[in-house]
T-cell receptor, first 114, second 112 residues
Framework: DAGVIQSPRHEVTEMGQEVTLRCKPISGHDYLFWYRQTMMRGLELLIYFNNNVPIDDSGMPEDRFSAKMPNASFSTLKIQPSEPRDSAVYFC????????????FGQGTRLTVV | QQQVKQSPQSLIVQKGGISIINCAYENTAFDYFPWYQQFPGKGPALLIAIRPDVSEKKEGRFTISFNKSAKQFSLHIMDSQPGDSATYFCAASTGGTYKYIFGTGTRLKVLA
């Protein structure tokens, strides 16, 4: 397996524009997580899915953020409209079910909103 | 209660020295404590993990010490090497929720 795949690796956009980040989890993993990493706040959990269903979105900062998982092999995180304070590295991770399994992270998407 | 507090924020160690990173938690429902290592431009990767029914786990030069009564756990890197220079995150989770709560990270630099 190629691991968790995220795209794009880098995104630069202007304030007010819509941004869509993409993630392909490891095949067979039942759980998918979206994290945001900043220097100030470290790794923050935004939302996670179990079998394509959102379980906990309490970390989503505001209504400008939305996430979907239309099938087991694809998820998106959308920011609309984007703001400079959204600039961060966004990670997608996936885990298998069955106890305390390892979470595998993608390479991340570095988002810069100017 | 969901927080995991990590210290120090940054650490500089001489080659061959011992690196120690500490974490503390409040939620007694946490039952899995992994440490992740992150190199620049990469995603975090699992380094070592422990469950609260053991007080210590060792894998090569990396050791987790766990103090259940104090609700603290720490990562020790023995004989630290320049290749260990990275950011280290502690985390905690409960089997029921599957989500990790991460500490704020420690940036380790090992001098050659």
């Amino acid at each position: 397996d190629a691991g968790v795949i995220q795209s794009p690796r880098h995104e630069v956009t202007e304030m007010g524009q819509e941004v869509t980040l993409r993630c392909k989890p490891i095949s067979g993993h039942d759980y998918l997580f979206w994290y945001r990493q900043t220097m100030m706040r470290g790794l923050e959990l935004l939302i996670y899915f179990n079998n394509n269903v959102p379980i906990d979105d309490s970390g989503m900062p505001e209504d400008r953020f939305s996430a979907k998982m239309p099938n087991a092999s694809f998820s998106t995180l959308k920011i609309q409209p984007s703001e400079p304070r959204d600039s961060a590295v966004y990670f997608c991770a996936s885990r298998a079910a069955g106890g305390n399994t390892e979470a595998f992270f993608g390479q991340g998407t570095r988002l810069t909103v100017v | 209660q969901q927080q995991v507090k990590q210290s120090p924020q940054s650490l500089i160690v001489q080659k061959g020295g011992i690196s120690i990173i500490n974490c503390a938690y409040e939620n007694t429902a946490f039952d899995y404590f992994p440490w992740y290592q992150q190199f620049p431009g990469k995603g975090p990767a699992l380094l070592i993990a422990i469950r609260p029914d053991v007080s210590e786990k060792k894998e090569g030069r990396f050791t987790i010490s766990f103090n259940k009564s104090a609700k603290q756990f720490s990562l020790h890197i023995m004989d630290s090497q320049p290749g260990d220079s990275a950011t280290y995150f502690c985390a905690a989770s409960t089997g029921g929720t599957y989500k990790y709560i991460f500490g704020t990270g420690t940036r380790l630099k090992v001098l050659a």
